[in-house]
């Protein structure tokens, strides 16, 4: 049975739009999800989603920034000198009084400054002479002193809304002496397997079925992003086991489905989610790998039905699924970092859709240039194992020559940009 027969319910398709297109109207229907308290272990990677303000003295009093003593300036100028030894002032210890005129104080690194005492000797410029201990070096005032505030004063602002809690924040944080945190919750997101040949990868027999990679490509996918993924395993392509798995999902944040998706005999996902009540606001993007992609919104939430194919899938989650969830935990940076390349070989291609090729990239006399890595079919996963990038071929191109710089979607470390830059 194929679309457009009469034998299925007639569905609010549109025809295929851009990469651009798709993007702007995906990103455009999600909203940031609501905010939550955390502990401050838990908040790493998190969004911040208060006005962070400091209520204190960071550091809280003078004090050293050697191990040494503390001395009056004004005792040292004729050094070499010696000085009796009072206090022993370890870090963490207030000094119990007054440091008197010709004495000195034992002090270590981030011990509190004793009253009277404006200047520290390093140990290294000074002797022990029994109780008494001898400056080699004359003092200037406030040398080795660290100031009461001097990074952080009450009333300094730290950081707001929107501020990506990574590990300087967190310890900024802990200094203040904040144990809890409001941020962007975390999404929960539900990932659907569909397709009868599909098993767990602890079940792949000779048999003719395959193990569902997508499942784990998209869970780890989603775990690098700080979202949750909530795996509800591999239904078969039975419309009504889909549709029960999808209600279920629907306790999600969003969902993700994979496979079912196209216009074969089994696939069941579009007329399933119109079944529940969906607005499909979107199929078919024109790009390659991922052409197929339904974008649904149901009971509120946003469903991506992604095209099965693994490469495809990966892509159409790079592309759309990504940024979305960037976007719903709070994040304004929610692309990858573009850099421009040049092209390793021709590329020729028919011109209409878009191409995400997968490149490796590699520095030629202090030039990136791209590689493609491998053959290009939507199926070929160990090509997207060995490429760095996606270089991005727009639809209306049908020839790049050797040497051409092409915009390369760096594929690993964190979202830089604001701006898709492709
Ligand atoms: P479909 O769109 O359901 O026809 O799937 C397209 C191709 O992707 C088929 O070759 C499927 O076997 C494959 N495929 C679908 N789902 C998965 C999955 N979860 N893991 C790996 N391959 C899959
Ligand atoms: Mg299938």
């Not at 579009?270 to 024109?286: D, I, P």
């Not at 991005?392 to 701006?419: D, Y």
């Amino acid at each position: 049975m194929r679309e457009g027969q009469g034998q299925r319910p007639v569905e609010a398709e549109r025809t295929s739009v851009s990469v651009a297109e798709a993007r702007e109207l995906i990103l455009g229907s999600v909203a940031p999800l609501g905010i939550e308290t955390v502990g401050l272990a838990e908040a790493t990677g998190r969004v911040l989603a208060e006005e962070v303000v400091a209520g204190v003295w960071i550091p809280p009093s003078d004090n050293s920034a050697m191990d040494g003593y503390a001395v009056r300036a004004a005792d040292t100028e004729r050094a070499p000198v010696t000085l009796a030894v009072g206090e022993d002032l370890p870090a963490g210890k207030r000094s119990q009084r007054k440091l008197l005129p010709g004495e000195a104080a034992r002090i270590m690194t981030g011990a509190a400054m004793p009253e009277g005492a404006d200047a520290v000797v390093m140990v290294e410029d000074t002797e022990t002479e029994g109780s008494r201990v001898r400056i080699h070096k004359a003092a200037s005032l406030g040398q080795h002193v660290r100031r009461a505030g001097e990074d952080v004063r009450p009333g300094t602002r730290i950081a707001g809304p929107g501020a990506v809690l990574r590990a300087p924040l967190c310890g900024m944080l802990a200094a203040l002496g904040r144990a809890l945190v409001a941020v962007r919750a975390r999404a929960r997101v539900a990932v659907l397997a569909t397709g009868d040949e599909l098993v767990e990868p602890d079940r792949l027999r000779d048999d003719g079925r395959i193990a569902s990679s997508n499942s784990y490509a998209l869970c780890a996918a989603l775990r690098e992003i700080g979202a949750e993924p909530v795996y509800l395993g591999i239904a078969p392509d039975e419309p009504a086991e889909i549709e029960a798995r999808f209600r279920a999902a629907l306790a999600c944040d969003a969902v993700i489905s994979t496979g079912g998706v196209s216009v074969g005999d089994r696939d069941w996902i579009k007329q399933v989610l119109l079944g529940l009540g969906g607005e499909m606001r979107l199929w078919r993007v024109a790009m390659r790998p991922g052409a197929p992609l339904a974008f649904v919104r149901v009971a509120g939430k946003p469903v991506f039905g992604l095209p099965g194919n693994p490469v495809s899938t990966y892509v159409t989650f790079e592309q759309f699924v990504r940024p979305s969830l960037l976007r719903m935990m709070g994040h304004t940076n929610v692309y990858r970092p573009v850099v421009s390349a040049r092209l390793d070989a021709d590329y020729a291609k028919p011109a209409g859709r878009a191409h995400f090729v997968r490149v490796a990239l590699e520095s030629r006399a202090g030039e990136p240039w791209a590689r493609v890595a491998g053959e290009q079919g939507s199926n070929i996963l160990l090509g997207l194992v060995r490429a760095d990038g996606l270089a991005f071929v727009p639809a209306e191109t049908t020839r790049l020559a050797r040497g051409e710089r092409v915009p390369v979607q760096l594929l690993g470390g964190e979202s830089l940009s604001s701006e898709p830059g492709i």
